[in-house]
């Protein structure tokens, strides 16, 4: 059974951290790419960042350039997403996608249906 499993989401206030984890069992994870993604209230689902299959390539949002950073344990079949200098317009419910077809974090990496599975989703709230 496939599963993706998003943690680490919290209240946090404006310029503070948070760090998500994203579990994955059901596939091969180390043979996936994942994407991370997010969607505010009213507003459509969008790309954060992606991570190659080996870690190798990383690709990122204007909107979160600089102040995030993702990676992954192919042992630990997670993958993680550092949130540094949150902004209120960060507030979101955040979801990690794995991508199972190359290329990976491509120039399309940002297309949600390029992803195969998704987890839940983990809410962050960034405000004072």
């Known amino acids: 059974q496939v599963q993706l499993v998003e943690s680490g989401g919290d209240l946090v206030q404006p310029g503070g951290s948070l760090r998500l984890s994203c579990v994955v069992s059901?596939?091969?994870?180390?043979?996936?790419?994942i994407g991370w993604f997010r969607q505010a209230p009213g507003k459509e689902r969008e790309g954060a960042s992606c991570?190659?299959?080996?870690?190798?390539?990383?690709k990122y949002a204007d909107s979160v350039k600089g102040r995030f950073t993702i990676s992954r344990d192919n042992v630990k079949n997670t993958a993680y997403l550092e949130m540094n200098s949150l902004k209120p317009e960060d507030t979101a419910v955040y979801y990690c996608?794995?991508?199972?077809?190359?290329?990976?974090?491509?120039?399309?990496?940002?297309?949600?249906?390029?992803?195969?599975?998704w987890g839940r989703g983990t809410p962050v709230t960034v405000s004072p």
């Open positions: 996608a794995a991508d199972l077809r190359p290329p990976f974090c491509g120039e399309g990496w940002h297309n949600s249906t390029y992803y195969n599975y």
């Open positions: 059901g596939f091969r994870f180390g043979y996936s790419a």
């Open positions: 991570i190659s299959t080996s870690g190798g390539l990383t």
